[in-house]
């Protein structure tokens, strides 16, 4: 398995008769490249982070509401005399 990076993608092969020029278009291209990921990562990043905080605060809200669910029936069953109210 081999490894590249930058300075391996700018080496010219034998016989390659590339120029300094073409050397700097290719790592100007690679850096480019690099900046547009990390921007798409970093948009990504954010829109999960934002996800993850709407699904947490759903969560919340639903046991809140089953909390309220839960004083209300008890509240009822009371009321029907089912139960004893606690105090």
């Given at each position: ?63 809140t509401r089953i909390d309220d669910l839960e ?7 009371v009321h029907a005399g089912l139960e004893t109210?606690?105090?």
């Amino acid at each position: 398995m081999c490894d590249y990076n930058a300075k391996d993608m700018n080496e010219p092969e034998d016989g390659d008769n590339r120029g300094d020029s073409t050397d700097n278009i290719d790592k100007r291209a690679f850096d480019e490249m690099n900046n547009q990921i990390q921007i798409v990562l970093q948009d990504m990043k954010d829109k999960f982070q934002t996800m993850s905080d709407q699904i947490l605060l759903r969560i919340d809200d639903m046991g809140t509401r089953i909390d309220d669910l839960e004083k209300n029936i008890s509240d009822l069953m009371v009321h029907a005399g089912l139960e004893t109210p606690d105090k």
